[in-house]
């Protein structure tokens, strides 16, 4: 899940230098229209409604009818729903 993160935060060109606080904060203020933000997990608009309607995804705001997701909402979301394995294979199946 890690790795899949990684490169969703790469295609999002969503790099941030500790050394220039503005940015972190811009970045932290991000706001992003349900369908980027579709486009962004992989996944459909619906599959975003549905998510709401059973509080299950992403944290989000709506502002009128217009319904947006901030990006550090986003980012700890996935990094809350991300699973750690708990062993290896046995049997002679190890793959380490």
């Known amino acids: ?13 969503f790099f941030v230098r500790k050394s ?3 940015l972190q904060m811009e970045t932290h203020l991000r ?9 962004f997990l992989g996944v459909s608009n619906r599959t975003l409604d549905r998510w709401h309607a059973l509080r299950k995804g992403p944290a989000r705001i709506s502002a009128g009818r217009r319904v947006l997701y901030r990006m550090s909402a986003v980012s700890s ?3 809350a729903n991300e699973v750690e394995p708990v ?5 002679g199946y190890d793959i380490t």
């Not at 969703?8 to 060109?13: E, F, N, P, Q």
């Not at 706001?31 to 486009?39: I, N, V």
Request: hydrophobic letters at 45%; zero cysteines.
């Open 1 to 13: 899940m890690a790795a899949v993160f990684a490169s969703v935060i790469k295609d999002a060109h």
């Open 20 to 22: 220039r606080p503005e």
């Open 31 to 39: 706001l992003m229209s349900k369908s980027e933000t579709a486009k």
């Open 77 to 79: 979301w996935l990094s």
């Open 87 to 91: 062993g290896n294979f046995t049997n």
